[in-house]
């Protein structure tokens, strides 16, 4: 009888070791936080970009409006490719463009502007880069679309085409 | 042409182990000698593989950039060195290596096993031809090292910096004759189960290999922690990632069945246990292999993924496993279940330390994969790391310490604890010392200085054991005082290690109560293959001497790649260590400077540990 | 006992020597338990990512604002996942995580006790 049992959980223990294994496979390992809940933004405080003014984040994030929130850097590769699409969006009345400027030098982002043009309605800077945290960001470029206070959709990496695209679709 | 030549003979070489399992089932029930085909077959397969391995090695040497291997993980501007080290730096030529080895053993073990059962030869080497022939065909299907590509490029991509090390060079080498040389003792195994040969005379044979398996894998593990010490930069030794877990279940299972071993060849007893033991070591290392390879883990160290090398691997896994469960399960009949076992006595202190090992073994088994069951039953992603290890091992080291001090003086079937009255007093003494030392330590005294007490103990029981024994022992005394002197360090360094992570731009100097570092300088020096930036920093501090440590950046060229290579000021009591880092957009750089005591120690005492393997397998040589 | 004069003497002029830990570690400690997302094999201590220094300024931030270890963990845990600790709390999510290792322990146990006990019967 022992004997019988034995093998019998030995083999379904393996089958089901073999099944995780498998199914496991197929996850990506690198981890990406969860993009689709739905959170408050941060109550903070920044300096705005090139200014010794702090402002609040209340006067920035006001209700019943669209905001952008984008985390850039002029020495950022992929900031400069995604710079077209926060072009465009500029030009769209119902959102407004918030940048943060993370952990860069006054000089280089003046620079990078001049060169490729302003999309944003206000900058703040982040030297250190904790504010990028506060955010749940954990690079740049990193984009946050806000919306009565709360953020409804995050990007990770440079905004394409598609996020565009989808960007448009939630202004309509 | 090499690559041509290279590619061909991994063709022959699978040719010629169907060819064995062939002869080897013709062989099967013929006369008593082994056919003089199979061992040619046997031979003609590791010849042609050495002859795969050195077309892949010429192509890296010429760099061939029509070989795709060479151009993923070659440069011409690279040292002939790191050229060569390259050919197994990669994952489809570090498979060929453990192919080189797979076929070298099998082939050894025909030649050295003259005087066992010819039955039981026969299935040993059918079962690593199934192994080998496995191999072959990943090798082959998935992971060729000789796909060619088309136009040829002029220059290849270069290997990754942090892998050119001579530590690094010779690392996978010899952990691969540990890994591959547990592939034997699981096909010697399953022979011997297979053919009813599992005996004292068994036991006596297979330890042979795996006194060599073990002794290779632990130095394997040792290059590797070396170097992640002075490579990585953050002054660790060990941080229980994925790729040192899979190395380190291994080698726990391989050190539990050295001591198991023991009692089946003395006292022909734990037969299964043996069986399954052997079994598992190879399994071990064959899931490691899947682990790493497939990317199913998230690690620092990491070859490049495909799924469907995954996929191979883990198919070719789990046959093996389920037809170790079939042989196990029908041919093995249970052992005499009669025998008495005494609560002081050596078979018990083996079991004892099986059944601490198999709790490690279990603890690191379990936080290794537990994250990829979690996700897949429940999309919940979460890290197991350092603080998890630690909690639910180091408590249990305790108890092992003491068990490790004790077990080794019993003898067999029924002993006596001699010389009580010595073995309280080594405890008082360790307590009063791990007392003295910790007195100024705040948070964790209590757990620390037991834990240090009872590596205190075995390290004065393991040192006069070692002095008065006969030379009889001397392996096992080696061993258990490397173990001792390991434990001990390992404790120490982690209590008294003490680090300063400081911003410094150059002329700067940071200062503490007792310690100031003083950047004075940057120089810049080109090399055949990176630039470095080299600076000057001046340590002074209360206790000792001051010391000029100088900390390199490496920039290089092939691929583009920012490397901090670390200053080490090394001494018997303890390691200096500093590294620089540059900052994004900021002129100052970020300085990490360590104090970590009796580091060397840990080396040392590692490499005590397998000098007493080889030792073990030296005599054992002798003997016969 | 002469053996045993000399290794106490060479322990304690060995141990003379060691330096104790500095004790504003509980910094230290904690970023040590948050995984990097940057180089995801390292911890946030021992990285020198961008993200890991901002995440060592930020922690001390909170520390100095008046929060306790498990407030920044619970702090960070809301905006990266469960995944950036490398001590997994005991939840749901966990309980095999921690059980099973142990149960490991006492089913040896249990055996090598058995094995003890058949040579009474």
Redesign the interface.
């Known amino acids: 009888m022992k ?1 019988k049992i ?2 019998f959980i ?2 379904s223990f ?1 089958s089901f070791v ?1 099944l ?8 990506p ?3 990406t ?2 993009l689709n809940v739905e ?1 408050n933004i941060p109550i903070f405080k920044a300096q705005i970009f090139q200014k010794e003014k702090l402002i609040s984040s209340e006067k920035i994030f006001k209700q019943d409006k669209f905001y952008l929130f984008n985390i850039w850097a002029s ?1 950022c590769i992929p900031c400069r490719e995604e710079h077209i699409f926060l072009t465009q969006l500029s030009k769209q009345e119902k959102i407004n463009i918030v940048g943060l400027n993370y ?3 006054d000089e ?1 982002a003046k620079k990078f502007l001049s060169e490729l043009g302003n999309p944003y309605d206000i900058i703040l800077s982040d030297k ?3 504010l ?3 955010w ?1 960001a ?2 740049v470029p990193e984009s946050f679309l806000v919306y009565d206070n709360k953020i409804v959709k995050k990007i990770i990496g440079p905004i394409n085409e598609k996020s565009f695209l989808e960007f448009i679709n939630l202004l309509k | 042409m090499a690559s041509l030549i290279g590619y061909y003979s991994l063709i022959i070489g699978l040719f010629c182990s169907l060819l064995t399992i062939f002869y080897s089932i013709k062989n099967f029930n013929d006369n008593n000698v082994i056919k003089k085909e199979v061992l040619f077959f046997t031979f003609l397969q590791f010849f042609f593989v050495i002859i795969s391995f050195l077309g892949l090695i010429v192509s890296f040497i010429i760099s061939d950039f029509s070989n795709e291997t060479v151009f993923n993980h070659s440069h011409t501007t690279k040292p002939l060195f790191y050229k060569i080290s390259g050919t197994w730096g990669n994952h489809e030529g570090s498979l060929l290596l453990w192919l080189l080895v797979l076929t070298l053993f099998i082939f050894l073990f025909l030649l050295k096993s003259n005087n066992q059962p010819k039955k039981y030869r026969i299935l040993t080497l059918a079962f690593q031809q199934i192994i080998i022939t496995g191999f072959f065909i990943f090798l082959i299907k998935t992971s060729s090292p000789f796909n060619y590509i088309f136009p040829i490029p002029s220059e290849g991509l270069g290997l990754n910096p942090i892998l050119q090390d001579p530590a690094l060079a010779i690392h996978p080498p010899i952990l691969y004759l540990g890994y591959v040389g547990s592939s034997i003792i699981f096909s010697s195994a399953l022979a011997a189960t297979a053919s009813g040969y599992i005996s004292k005379d068994w036991a006596k044979h297979i330890k042979g290999w795996v006194l060599i398996s073990w002794f290779f894998l632990t130095l394997g593990i040792l290059l590797g922690s070396i170097w992640a010490y002075y490579e990585l930069g953050w002054g660790g030794f060990w941080f229980w990632d994925p790729v040192e877990n899979v190395s380190l279940m291994p080698w726990l299972a391989l050190t539990t069945l050295l001591h198991c071993i023991l009692a089946l060849e003395k006292r022909s007893i734990l037969t299964s246990w043996v069986i399954i033991l052997s079994i598992a070591t190879f399994t071990l290392s064959m899931c490691g292999t899947f682990l790493v390879r497939s990317g199913i883990l998230n690690s620092v160290h990491t070859f490049a993924n495909d799924p469907d090398r995954g996929l191979f691997i883990l198919i070719f896994l789990f046959s093996l496993i389920f037809l170790s469960l079939f042989i196990f399960f029908y041919f093995h009949k249970n052992e005499n279940k009669n025998f008495k076992f005494f609560l002081l006595s050596k078979e018990t202190s083996i079991l004892v330390n099986n059944w601490f090992m198999m709790y490690f073994l279990s603890v690191i088994l379990v936080g290794t994969i537990y994250p990829i069951f979690l996700e897949v039953i429940s999309s919940e992603k979460i890290s197991v790391g350092p603080p998890f290890y630690t909690k639910l091992i180091v408590p249990f080291l305790i108890p092992f310490l003491f068990a490790m001090a004790i077990g080794p003086k019993l003898k067999w079937i029924k002993s006596e604890v001699q010389n009580k009255i010595n073995l309280i007093i080594f405890l008082v003494i360790s307590f009063l010392i791990s007392f003295l030392i910790l007195k100024n330590l705040n948070d964790n005294f209590l757990l620390n200085s037991i834990l240090l007490t009872s590596a205190f103990y075995l390290f004065f029981i393991t040192t006069k054991d070692f002095m008065i024994k006969k030379i009889q022992n001397f392996s096992q005394n080696l061993a258990h005082f490397g173990f001792s002197l390991l434990i001990l360090s390992i404790l120490l360094n982690n209590i008294f290690s003490t680090e300063v992570i400081t911003n410094l731009k150059i002329g700067e100097t940071f200062k503490s109560k007792n310690l100031s570092i003083n950047f004075q300088s940057i120089d810049q020096k080109d090399e055949q293959n990176f630039k470095s930036l080299i600076g000057k920093f001046e340590i002074n501090s209360s206790k000792d001497e001051s010391i000029i440590l100088k900390p390199e950046l490496r920039i290089y060229n092939q691929p583009n790649i920012i490397t901090s290579e670390a200053d080490i000021k090394i001494s018997l009591l303890k390691d200096r260590f500093i590294t620089m880092n540059s900052v994004q957009n900021q002129n100052y750089f970020n300085i990490r400077y360590q104090v970590k005591p009796l580091m060397i120690w840990i080396w040392i005492s590692v490499l005590l540990i397998s000098f007493a393997g080889i030792s073990s397998f030296i005599r054992k040589i002798y003997e016969n | 006992m002469k053996f045993l004069k000399y290794t106490i003497f060479i322990i304690f002029s060995l141990n003379i020597n060691l330096s104790l830990a500095q004790n504003d570690d509980i910094k230290s400690e904690i970023t040590k338990n948050l995984r990097c997302l940057i180089c995801q094999g390292q911890s946030v201590h021992d990285s020198d990512s961008e993200f890991a220094n901002s995440l060592k300024l930020l922690v001390d931030k909170k520390l100095t604002e008046g929060l306790n270890e498990k407030q920044i963990y619970n702090y960070l845990t809301e905006k990266y996942g469960e995944w950036i600790l490398y001590d997994p709390e005991f939840n749901e999510n966990t309980y095999f995580l921690w059980i099973l290792p142990i149960l490991m322990f006492l089913i040896g146990g249990a055996i090598i006790l058995r094995l003890l006990i058949i040579k009474k019967s």
């Open positions: 004997t034995l093998p030995f083999i393996f073999f995780i294994f498998y199914k496991g496979l197929k996850n390992n690198i981890y936080p969860n959170k020495w952990k860069d030098k280089n250190n880069g904790t990028a945290i506060e749940g954990y690079g």
